[in-house]
Structure formats: structure tokens, C-alpha cells
């Protein structure tokens, strides 16, 4: 579903194979880890007005997984918001359809639809009475 890059070997100075997976790896020395809000990540956003400044710096840190944890960060999240964008029509799409039914069924009430049917039955298939 996504693109999730991997090792294909290990080759010094090449700019095109890393001898790592390209994944942020901690650098912190203590245990206690940081924990981003959410909506902090924002900064990561494509649209982001701030996204030339803020893939300058990620650029300036001169580390290859942190541009590619970046990168893959905002496929996703454009991925997402693609989903979701197809989620709200779907729900719409079952609302309306939802709406419209209900409709039907008002003016098949109004118009005393199933007892019309029930005559038209009673006409074609008149029951036989028991003979005495």
C-alpha cells in the first residue's frame, strides 16, 4: 500500500544504498523519551506554510533517515486525509440514499400503497369461501 524503503546493500559513500534501514534511530542516552503531541507533527504537514523552513532544517541535520522518516510522514498523512475524504462521501452518499427511502416510504404511506396492493391481490386470487 505504501512505499517503505529497505537495505539493499551495504556500500560505502553511495548516496543510493544506506547499510541501514532508513529509520530514525534514538540518539538519546537517558530513558525517558520524548512524546510528541500529534498535533505538534503538524509542522511535517506538505501544505504547511512553514514546509520549505522546516525541510531546510530536517535537510540541514545532514541525517538521510530523518529526510526519509519525512518524507514517508507526509505520504501518510496525505494518504489519510485521501481517506478520509472518500469516508465522509460514502457516509454522505449512505445518508442521502437514507433520506430518499425515507421519502419513498412517506409518500408509499400517503398513497395507501401496500393496501392498493393488497386489493389487487384479493381481485386476482378471490378467496374461495367454504361450501356448506
Not at 15 to 23: K, S, V
Not at 89 to 110: K, P, W, Y
Request: a negative charge.
Amino acid at each position: 500500500m505504501t512505499y517503505d524503503p529497505f537495505v539493499l546493500a551495504i556500500i560505502k559513500d553511495n548516496l543510493y544504498l544506506y547499510g541501514q534501514a532508513l529509520h530514525i534511530t534514538p540518539r538519546l542516552m537517558t530513558k525517558r523519551q520524548p512524546h510528541y503531541d500529534p498535533s505538534d507533527l503538524g509542522i511535517f504537514k506538505m501544505y504547511d506554510s512553514h514546509c520549505g523552513e522546516t525541510d531546510a532544517l530536517v535537510c540541514g541535520l545532514e541525517d538521510q533517515s530523518a529526510i526519509t522518516e519525512v518524507h514517508h510522514w507526509r505520504r501518510l498523512m496525505t494518504e489519510q486525509a485521501k481517506l478520509e475524504r472518500d469516508m465522509q462521501r460514502v457516509l454522505q452518499s449512505v445518508h442521502d440514499a437514507g433520506m430518499e427511502q425515507e421519502q419513498i416510504q412517506i409518500r408509499m404511506e400517503l398513497a395507501n400503497l401496500l393496501a392498493h396492493l393488497d386489493f389487487a391481490r384479493s381481485l386476482r386470487h378471490p378467496r374461495r369461501g367454504c361450501c356448506s
